[in-house]
């Protein structure tokens, strides 16, 4: 009979150990839950954290090539200043034919523009400087400016009557 009560004895201690490993394997389980969600929190954090960092550095891109657009402007503007006091002109006086017209510039008049800034531009960007943008024919050339402000320019008697004949000026 000892024998017997000896072994139910151990019987209800193995009966208590299950319990109390189910017990843990369920609170082992419930912490294990948890630490899946907070992993996937984690990873939902450094994705975001991802995003904003390409963003900031699509941003610092943008302020590096705004920065380099400005130093090439301030040294178009020196450029400026420098011919100014050179030769006493101001080189940013233009007169634009749609000025003179007295309306809006034309397509032609903004394409001009356009593709003379940046060849001007990219002459400042190779380091040449004292130069002039000016159409011959239909390309865009450069001139020393000393060597363009001796030039005289011509109008042709075709094209000239052609004017006269548009604005009925005689």
């Not at 994705?47 to 040294?75: F, I, T």
């Not at 309306?103 to 960007?125: C, H, K, N, Q």
């Amino acid at each position: 009979m000892k024998l017997l009560s000896q072994r139910l004895d151990r019987f209800i201690t193995l009966c208590h150990a299950v319990t109390n490993s189910e017990d843990s394997l369920v609170k082992r389980s419930e912490q294990i839950s948890a630490l899946m969600a907070k992993q996937n929190d984690c990873s939902l954090v450094i994705e975001e954290q991802q995003r904003v960092q390409w963003e900031l550095e699509k941003k610092l891109e943008h302020l590096s090539a705004c920065k380099d657009r400005a130093a090439a402007l301030k040294h178009i503007l020196n450029e400026n200043e420098r011919i100014h006091q050179e030769i006493g002109i101001d080189p940013r006086v233009t007169v634009l034919g749609h000025i003179q017209r007295g309306g809006s510039p034309s397509s032609r008049d903004r394409i001009t523009a356009t593709y003379m800034g940046f060849e001007a531009v990219r002459l400042l960007a190779e380091g040449k400087s004292c130069r002039v943008v000016a159409m011959d024919g239909e390309s865009y050339v450069d001139y020393d400016i000393h060597e363009a402000l001796q030039m005289k320019k011509g109008l042709d008697q075709q094209t000239y009557t052609v004017m006269r004949a548009l604005t009925g000026v005689h």
